[in-house]
């Protein structure tokens, strides 16, 4: 059974560093994309960055630049280190396993449960 569990959210001000955190288990995740995916209140989930299983980078158009996103595939973890925070970045942030779907932003194959970012202004 595959699961993720997210680590690393708070509450931090404007400008701030966080850095998120996922651990994947139950199968080889070598081969799949991983990333990041957000929900804030009151809107639909949003995808946030991916990293493929070649090591290519997938950013949002409003995180580039401040968001990056890593993997370790010994460790089967992902991290997204966030720089420069902004209010708008409060959300719940999910980790995601997934393929192409993943990449192009839409879907994934695996959820974890989330962890929540507030950025106070």
């Known amino acids: 059974q595959v699961q993720l569990e997210e680590s690393g959210g708070g509450l931090v001000q404007a400008g701030d560093s966080l850095r998120l955190s996922c651990a994947a288990s139950?199968?080889?995740?070598?081969?799949?994309?991983m990333g990041w995916f957000r929900q804030a209140p009151g809107k639909e989930r949003a995808f946030v960055a991916a990293i493929s299983w070649k090591g290519e980078l997938y950013y949002a158009d409003s995180v580039k630049g401040r968001f990056t996103v890593s993997r370790d595939d010994i460790k089967n973890t992902v991290h997204l280190q966030m720089n420069s925070l902004k209010p708008e970045d409060t959300a719940v942030y999910y980790c995601?396993?997934?393929?192409?779907?993943?990449?192009?932003?839409?879907?994934?194959?695996?959820w974890g449960r989330g962890t929540q970012v507030t950025v106070s202004s």
């Open positions: 995601a396993v997934g393929r192409t779907a993943l990449l192009a932003g839409i879907n994934s194959d695996y």
């Open positions: 139950g199968r080889t995740f070598s081969s799949f994309a």
